[in-house]
């Protein structure tokens, strides 16, 4: 067994180079470069979970925007819809009025042209009774020879016409 | 004949130094650059190719950056899981403990012998593997004394022990204690050189009964090699699962250290 017939030989050189060897790979490897490794894992991860809260952060507020327009837009909607029911019902109030008025006025005008008309009637009436009693003096006058008070011929055609 | 199919599973664990460095000495000490160390050295510059490449910090990484992102991920997790937030800063040293130790165990078991190159599994030395389990223990016993001081000597006397064993369980948990570093370091060497040695011995079975004819080859060589195989793809699990264990263990020894019972 080299190892414990070689050991008087050899034992301080085995030691001497593992010291130097396994002391590099401590130094310069173990110490030089692993914690450099590490620091970048950890900073990986860490800029890993850094963008996965803000996404998450992104999300939310993604959402609250939303749903305040959302909010918004159906109160603007049903702003919308008060406006125009306050409209019709305007519209609707104006044209009443106006009908009304319309109404009104041709009421007024058929009252006045009924009242021309009567008074026409009774104007034509008038004219009727004088040119019937005119009618009636000359007719006494030509098939009777009589002179007629014109008055009394009034008088008498009046009476005809309204018995 | 024989001597040609003559295996000897112990020579893979043979210590030659390289480049002349026989008698280069340090302090006394004799530092001569070994094929161990050439293959500590093939670890450290195979594991710094693979980190360096994968470190790239790019936000979106590529197919490297994320084979890294996981190794260090999983040292992570498993100081996490262990230790809790206070493990956090012990990272770099089981990073480097788990994924020294897999790519040693790993580039040990290559198949290079195919181009003629032998490899060398340097956590089949207690030397490297003791140097390693004593680095561990040493930061357990700095940081539970730098934390709690003396009462981390409480370590020794678990919730719940009865009044009348308080004279036994101490001594128990006093000689579990100190068996870690020996534990950790026999474990993970062991592992190595019986799945090592394992291997080589069903080579020479399967070169051995070739060479005494088709028969013999047929009846033991064929089902070695097959075994071979099978006992290939263990030891790739058990080279991942050893450098799990000791960077396992020693971080639920830190937990001990950090946290007490």
């Known amino acids: ?108 005008r058929m009252a006045e042209a009924d009242a021309r008309l009567a008074a026409a009637s009774a104007s034509a009436l008038q004219e009727i009774e004088t040119v019937a009693s005119e009618a009636a003096v000359l007719i006494a006058q030509s098939l009777a020879g009589l002179t007629l008070d014109a008055d009394a011929a009034r008088a008498s055609v009046k009476e005809v016409l309204h018995g | 004949m024989a001597e040609q199919g003559k295996v000897d599973p112990m020579h893979q664990f043979m210590i030659e130094p390289l480049f002349g460095t026989d008698h280069l000495t340090l302090g006394g000490y004799n530092i001569a650059f070994t094929n161990s160390a050439l293959w500590m050295l093939i670890t450290t510059v195979a594991l710094f190719v693979f980190v360096a490449g994968g470190s790239k910090k790019q936000l979106v990484p590529g197919r490297w950056q994320m084979a890294v ?3 260090t991920g999983f040292i992570d997790n498993l100081l996490a899981a262990n230790v809790g937030p206070a493990g956090k800063k012990y990272v770099p040293y089981i990073f480097s403990l788990f994924s020294f130790i897999l790519f040693a ?41 730098k934390r709690h001081g003396l009462h981390f000597f409480s370590l020794f006397v678990p919730h719940g022990t009865p009044g009348w064993l308080l004279w036994l ?60 195989i099978a006992i290939c ?8 699962i050893q450098a799990y264990v000791f960077a396992l263990l020693t971080s639920l020894y830190l937990n001990d250290a950090e946290n007490l019972h």
């Open chain 1, 1 to 108: 067994m080299p190892q414990i017939a070689q050991l008087s030989a050899t034992y301080a050189s085995q030691i001497f180079w593992a010291l130097i060897f396994f002391g590099f790979v401590f130094f310069v490897i173990g110490r030089g470069f692993v914690p450099g490794v590490l620091a970048t894992v950890a900073n990986r991860d860490k800029q890993i979970a850094d963008d996965l809260a803000a996404a998450k952060a992104a999300r939310t507020a993604a959402e609250a925007a939303e749903e305040a327009w959302k909010q918004t837009a159906a109160k603007q909607r049903a702003d919308a819809h008060a406006l125009i029911a306050a409209a019709k019902h305007d519209a609707t109030l104006a044209s009443e009025t106006r009908l009304g008025e319309a109404a009104a006025a041709v009421d007024a």
């Open chain 2, 69 to 71: 992102e996981s190794l």
């Open chain 2, 105 to 145: 165990n790993v580039l040990g078991l290559l198949p290079l012998g195919l181009v003629g190159v032998h490899p060398f599994t340097a956590t089949s030395h207690f030397t490297v593997t003791g140097v390693l389990a004593v680095l561990s223990f040493a930061i357990v016993l700095i940081v539970g004394f």
């Open chain 2, 169 to 228: 369980i101490p001594f128990i948990e006093l000689i579990s204690f100190l068996v870690r570093p020996f534990s950790l370091a026999l474990r993970l060497f062991v592992a190595m050189m019986a799945g090592h040695v394992l291997l080589e011995v069903l080579s020479s079975f399967v070169i051995a009964s070739t060479n005494s004819g088709f028969l013999w080859g047929t009846v033991v060589g064929l089902p070695s090699f097959l075994l071979m």
């Open chain 2, 233 to 240: 793809a263990l030891e790739i699990l058990v080279a991942g």
